[in-house]
T-cell receptor, first 114, second 110 residues
């Protein structure tokens, strides 16, 4: 079974631009979560989607948005990029009926904002 | 809201035992998980505790006390490859979102 894939792996943008990141979950997983990881801040929860609906949301400004498609693939968008948005963005999927709540993470997209 | 606290770093020698503690605050609780992340890699799942007690998986064990809002990860017979960051994570709150602690960087010395 293929793992979680994320594209692109690396991205360089300038302040004010917008960016769209993509995540394909493991086949059969309908829950997709997004996290921002920066040194010293750990993994910050952005949002979770399940069956095309946002089920949970973290404490990020409205510039951060996401969506999920009928095939469970998910995208997140960051508009009006700021220097502080430079981070590793991780996507994770899980089987909603899993006994352990195990989340499977993708390799991440490393975003650099100049 | 939800919050977790764990030590920022721990150092131990090869072959030793190390315990990484985690305390959490959450309204609603569905379980405590542990993840391992090597430098440059993605977090990978280690263990999950929904009920009080000890769960053992090979050299790793995880413990939970719901009354104390506390858990720990125990790593035995440490190996150099265990050098990594370890995150506790709690699923709780409204909607059951999974929130991670800041991570504990474990350095295993020869």
């Amino acid at each position: 079974k293929a793992g979680v894939t994320q594209t692109p792996r690396y991205l360089i943008k300038t302040r004010g631009q917008q960016v769209t990141l993509s995540c394909s979950p493991i086949s059969g997983h309908r829950s997709v979560s997004w996290y921002q990881q920066t040194p010293g801040q750990g993994l910050q929860f952005l949002f979770e989607y399940f069956s095309e609906t946002q089920r949970n949301k973290g404490n990020f400004p409205g510039r951060f948005s996401g969506r999920q498609f009928s095939n469970s693939r998910s995208e997140m968008n960051v508009s009006t990029l700021e220097l502080g948005d430079s981070a590793l963005y991780l996507c994770a999927s899980r089987h909603d009926r899993g006994l352990t709540n195990e989340q499977f993470f993708g390799p991440g997209t490393r975003l650099t904002v100049l | 809201g939800q919050s977790l606290e764990q030590p920022s770093e721990v150092t131990a020698v090869e072959g030793a035992i190390v315990q990484i503690n985690c305390t959490y605050q959450t309204s609603g609780f569905y379980g405590l998980s542990w993840y391992q992340q090597h430098d440059g890699g993605a977090p990978t799942f280690l263990s999950y505790n929904a009920l009080d007690g000890l769960e053992e998986t090979g050299r790793f064990s995880s413990f939970l006390s719901r009354s104390d809002s506390y858990g720990y990860l125990l790593l035995q017979e440490l190996q150099m490859k265990d050098s990594a960051s370890y995150f506790c994570a709690v699923r709780g709150g409204q909607g059951g979102k999974l929130i991670f602690g800041q991570g504990t960087e474990l350095s295993v010395k020869p």
